[in-house]
């Protein structure tokens, strides 16, 4: 069991943590429509073909990978007097409202490769702008090892919300006849452009900023690399990339196998994502509160192997009877949320180590490259659409169509290699060497430390 340090920082309200975990709401939209709904409907209604869309996908989250460790280092070197953080969440806003509007409103059918490379470059460079500035915002929030669990959970629970509110979107847009598919996307695009500076604004009034002490990063090369040298932080971003890529090629092939190889149709398949993601909303205060019990690494290495067991299952599962499969999904969902916020609270812990050894505070670079290493995960996620290109797999809307070798290598795909995945997650993690009880005699030095400083 994990002890808190004694600490002079404030225990959160659940209103403030609420409000703080708004903007997740917009941001988590973007954060599924990436990887599940935009390759799909580039595919199917601008008409671009798959191979393409892979391509261009990839491309860009390479060339976004290289501006993380930039936006990390100047976040890292930002002082105002509105906070290190918060201004960048701000600079982000009025670029992901333009690539949303351009990105699923107006684009159009036959619009080139070129369009799709151009707004999804700069809409990746908004969301890591974002999303960068709100890890960050969480990690000063509450420095304390079980308080730290606490508001990345709250964050990861409002990114469930905001996960399922904008899955739903598209079929309640098909299932009350206002419109088809493509209309429940660009609707979705209405809902992200109007939430973003709703959500932003009211975190920017409503929560705090605490400043960190510790010197300005110089951001050299060796510096960096030295990052990548610790132990903590190289189980930490090895575990991250397995269990980015493992959820990646889930949503990446979740229409094409619940359609081809189970025989429902786009809605039922969106329902069972849906009903993922809600379990995953369900079981997130769980792990957090075992992550307490047993500390983050164990908890996310117990949540790594339970949920490849619990998806193989679900997968597996035949076709033909929507609630069973429903109910499966359900509770394969359950450690969905584990992975994602034990992660950055993790890393946030990391950040604390560096600064306990180094005097230097590399929080905002340290969360970018963890940032960095989810979305090598997503363009890894990606490489299924290249091998399904190569085994003569189309996409098509029902079960006809493809040859039995396709059919087979999305099966495989879609449950072998996600499952896999997970396992080797769990097994990352043995031997993690930031535990509970050393992060909480780093915290007390760190306080003794800046109280010093202070005086």
């Not at 035949?318 to 069973?324: E, H, K, S, V």
């Not at 890393?347 to 604390?352: E, F, P, T």
């Not at 290598?409 to 396992?423: D, E, R, W, Y």
Request: proline fraction near 6%.
């Amino acid at each position: 069991m994990s002890t808190v340090a004694a600490s002079t920082a404030p225990r959160r309200s659940n209103a403030v943590l609420a409000a703080f975990s708004g903007p997740c709401l917009p941001l988590a939209a973007f954060g599924v429509a990436l990887p599940v709904t935009l390759p799909e409907f580039y595919a199917t209604f601008v008409g671009l073909e798959l191979g393409v869309v892979a391509a261009v996908f990839m491309a860009v989250r390479l060339i976004d990978i290289v501006f993380d460790p930039f936006i990390g280092w100047g976040m890292d070197r930002t002082k105002t007097r509105f906070g290190r953080y918060r201004p960048w969440m701000a600079l982000s806003t009025p670029m992901l409202m333009l690539a949303a509007f351009m990105m699923f409103v107006v684009v159009q059918p036959g619009a080139p490769p070129v369009y799709l490379f151009g707004w999804l470059l700069f809409l990746y460079l908004g969301f890591s702008i974002g999303t960068l500035g709100q890890l960050g915002w969480a990690a000063v929030l509450a420095p304390q090892y079980d308080q730290r669990s606490r508001v990345y959970g709250w964050w990861q629970v409002f990114n469930i919300i905001g996960v399922v509110l904008i899955l739903v979107l598209p079929t309640i847009v098909v299932k009350t006849g206002v419109g088809d598919y493509a209309a429940g996307v660009r609707i979705m695009g209405w809902a992200i452009v109007i939430a973003l500076p709703v959500t932003i604004g009211l975190a920017m009034v409503a929560v705090p900023e605490p400043v960190t002490k510790g010197d300005q990063p110089h951001g050299s090369l060796k510096a960096y690399l030295s990052l990548l040298g610790q132990k903590t932080v190289r189980k930490l971003l090895i575990a991250d990339l397995l269990l980015g890529v493992a959820p990646g090629i889930t949503g990446s092939l979740l229409f094409f196998f619940f359609g081809q190889i189970r025989g429902y149709d786009h809605t039922q398949a969106g329902l069972f994502m849906l009903v993922y993601f809600v379990a995953g909303l369900c079981g997130a205060p769980f792990w957090a509160w075992f992550a307490t019990r047993v500390g983050k690494d164990r908890g996310l290495a117990v949540a790594s192997v339970v949920s490849a067991a619990l998806y193989v299952g679900a997968t597996l599962v035949p076709g033909g009877n929507f609630a069973l499969t429903a109910v499966v999904m359900f509770i394969a969902g359950l450690p969905y949320a584990a992975g994602l916020f034990l992660t950055r609270a993790m890393m946030a812990d990391a950040g604390d180590e560096e600064r306990f050894e180094t005097g230097v505070d590399r929080t905002g670079l340290m969360l970018s490259i963890l940032s960095a290493t989810t979305k090598i995960g997503h363009v890894v996620a990606l490489v299924p659409y290249l091998i399904l290109q190569w085994v003569g797999f189309r996409a098509l809307p029902g079960p006809e169509g493809n040859s039995d070798t396709a059919l087979l290598t999305l099966q495989i795909l879609f449950i072998a290699v996600p499952g896999a995945l997970l396992v080797l997650a769990g097994v990352v993690l043995k031997n993690y060497p930031l535990t509970a009880a050393r992060h909480n005699a780093i915290r007390k030095a760190l306080d003794e430390r800046d109280a010093g400083v202070r005086a």
